[in-house]
């Protein structure tokens, strides 16, 4: 993964340090486009694992996997916006 190094310098950085942000920001927008993500708590982990099509040395696809988790998955384009909500 492409990461800033220095001021205006690029490295490629990998491992898990790297993915974890990734994979949690992934997953922070498959919930926000489906509250209902995990309806079985004891099976969470695999379902989310699914959607996110990740393994093996598969890259992670964060769009496909927000799409794929949406209830209407046709509602979510490449120009969509995730729902905002507001703290009273």
């Not at 040395?57 to 490449?78: E, K």
Request: aromatic share 4%; hydrophobic share 35%.
């Amino acid at each position: 993964m492409l990461s800033l190094f220095d001021k205006n310098m690029y490295t490629t950085i990998s491992g898990t340090s790297a993915a974890a942000p990734m994979v949690t920001s992934s997953i922070a927008m498959m919930w926000a486009v489906n509250t209902n993500l995990c309806p079985n708590p004891n099976t969470c982990g695999d379902d989310i694992k699914k959607k996110l099509e990740i393994g093996s040395g598969n890259p992670l696809n964060a769009f496909n996997a927000v799409r794929n988790s949406a209830a209407d998955p046709t509602s979510i384009s490449q120009t969509s916006s995730l729902p905002t909500t507001r703290s009273t």
